[in-house]
């Protein structure tokens, strides 16, 4: 019925070794300093995150102009546990986030500055 396993491994933990390795020690380190280790809303320096402005499902490598692809500097803003669950349950607080990027970074999309 089953095939002999020795050694399962539980799916989740194979899941979460993967999440972590998601965005590069090195840009995440850039990104906390860049942002002053404060989160870009509210200034609470406490239970930091980096948030994705442009979604990882919604990122396409032909329409934004960010050269390390998804996890590009200027697609990161370190924010707060609370401003990072507010930005993903209200539309206008992500929107806020998009924003925030075009006037601190400039334009993100290719075919504006081309
Ligand atoms: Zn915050």
């Known amino acids: ?21 998601d965005i590069p020690k090195d840009i995440r380190r850039f990104v906390y300093e860049r942002d002053n280790k404060c ?7 406490h239970n930091l995150q980096l948030h994705h402005i442009i979604t990882k499902g919604r990122y396409d490598p032909r329409r934004y102009n960010f050269k390390q692809g998804v996890h590009d500097p200027r697609n ?9 669950r507010k930005i993903h349950d209200q539309p206008e607080a992500m929107l806020e986030m998009l924003e925030w990027q075009r006037l601190r970074f400039g334009e993100v999309l290719k075919y504006a500055t081309e």
Not at 1 to 21: A, S
């Open 1 to 21: 019925m089953y095939g002999f396993n020795p050694c399962p491994k539980p799916r989740h933990t194979l899941k979460k070794k993967r999440r972590l390795k």
């Open 39 to 45: 989160c870009v809303r509210c200034g609470n320096p």
């Open 76 to 84: 990161l803003a370190t924010v707060c546990v609370g401003c990072h």
